[in-house]
């Protein structure tokens, strides 16, 4: 059965900096996809950033592109989400998803993934 559990959500200033964790289990092997989404209220679902589990390698949505870095830890099956320089816009639920597969680059499509987290919400305000 695979679950993910994410951690990290808090209220911050902007300007300020946040790690989100993302623990995942009962995936076979390393070979799964993660994408972090984000909720904000009033706005559709936004993929932000990917990482392929097994590759490490990375995508990211242009509105976080040096300001947000995905990473995992294979020891810990744990995905990150550093974010940086955070905005009030960046403000929403943060959920952890995955897809059972590795892909040639993850993409940030809902429609690609199966599990998902159940989020953790991240508040940016002064």
Same mark, same amino acid.
Do not use: H
């Given at each position: 059965? @695979?679950?993910? @559990?994410?951690?990290?959500?808090?209220?911050?200033?902007?300007?300020?900096?946040?790690?989100?964790?993302?623990? $995942?289990?009962?995936?076979?092997?390393?070979?799964?996809t993660v994408v972090w989404f984000r909720q904000a209220p009033g706005k559709e679902r936004e993929g932000i950033a990917c990482i392929g589990f097994d590759d490490g390698r990375v995508n990211?949505?242009?509105?976080?592109?040096?300001?947000? $870095?995905?990473?995992?830890?294979? $020891?810990?099956?744990?995905?990150?989400?550093?974010?940086?320089?955070?905005?009030?816009?960046?403000?929403?639920?943060?959920?952890? @998803? $995955?897809?059972?597969?590795?892909?040639?680059?993850?993409?940030?499509?809902?429609?690609?993934?199966?599990?998902?987290?159940?989020?953790?919400?991240?508040? @940016?305000?002064?």
């Open positions: 059965q @695979v679950q993910l @559990v994410e951690s990290g959500g808090d209220l911050v200033q902007p300007g300020e900096s946040l790690r989100l964790s993302c623990v $995942a289990s009962g995936f076979t092997g390393n070979y799964f990211y949505v242009d509105s976080v592109k040096g300001r947000f $870095a995905v990473s995992r830890d294979i $020891a810990k099956n744990t995905i990150y989400l550093e974010m940086s320089s955070l905005k009030p816009e960046d403000t929403g639920r943060y959920s952890c @998803v $995955a897809a059972g597969r590795p892909f040639r680059q993850c993409t940030l499509n809902a429609d690609d993934y199966t599990y998902w987290g159940q989020g953790t919400q991240v508040t @940016v305000s002064s």
